[in-house]
């Protein structure tokens, strides 16, 4: 007897010997994060708030974040966003701990270091360190990523979009971390050149030391022997005339 085989019609296998169809199992997309960094982020610091830097049971990870336990689809996803990023990394027995950076980002006095630890982070999916690789000097349209995500690390489009929208949340992210701190440092320099100016001003010499103040003119000697002097009172000015007597020399 001759074997049978499936007929293939469109995306359904009908099985001739049984009389069923089976539905053809969809492609599945790489995996890459869902959520954007600064999601991450922010659950990073709840997790170490709350777990400081503890190997803690997955489930508890899970229910940390609002979840009943790690074995739901959506908290499966949730944590290996997390791991993907680096803020999560897997410890002995299956547990899981929030990386010492985490706690470094939180702690650090230094913006510098802050927007270097977002950096590194927005760096570990293989898929952003891919295309930032790729494309140093910025990303092209979202077109031109969408095709190289479908025909070369075998996409699906609308996983692909999906993808890209949630890169470009991230990067953007981080950019406005840097220009915050970019701005920030600009208005320091703008003060210090304000100050060194004000230090200059004050360091100059006081040219009002150097004017001469107006004198009180001498008393007016006139011929006779009285002698009239200015005097300034409350109410105005008036003259005290003084009456002297010249000695006559023999």
């Known amino acids: 007897m001759a074997r049978e085989y499936p007929k293939k019609t469109g995306m359904r296998f009908w099985n001739a010997s049984c009389g069923s169809q089976v539905k053809r199992r969809a492609s599945r997309s790489p995996n890459y994060p869902q959520q954007p960094l600064e999601w991450a982020v922010k659950c990073g610091l709840t997790l170490l708030e709350k777990e400081q830097l503890h190997s803690v049971p997955v489930d ?85 990523l969408i095709f190289e995500l479908v025909d070369e690390h075998s996409f699906n489009e609308d996983a692909a979009q999906k993808a890209i929208d949630v890169f470009r949340d991230s990067l953007r992210f981080v950019e406005a971390q840097a220009g915050n701190l970019a701005s920030e440092e600009d208005d320091d320099a703008n003060e210090d050149e304000q100050d060194n100016e004000n230090a200059k001003q004050n360091d100059s010499p006081d040219i009002s030391s150097h004017i001469l103040k107006k004198k009180t003119p001498p008393p007016n000697r006139p011929e006779s022997g009285n002698v009239r002097y200015p005097v300034r009172l409350a109410g105005g000015r008036m003259f005290l005339t003084l009456s002297l007597k010249r000695i006559k020399r023999n």
């Open 60 to 144: 508890i990870i899970a229910q940390n974040l609002g979840y009943k336990d790690a074995k739901n689809g959506k908290a499966r996803s949730v944590l290996a966003n997390l791991k993907a990023f680096g803020i999560l990394k897997k410890a002995a027995g299956g547990k899981l701990v929030v990386s010492q950076d985490v706690q470094r980002y939180k702690l650090s006095p230094s913006e510098e270091d802050k927007i270097s630890y977002l950096k590194q982070w927005v760096k570990k999916p293989l898929l952003y360190s891919k295309l930032l690789e790729k494309y140093p000097d910025g990303l092209p349209s979202d077109a031109v």
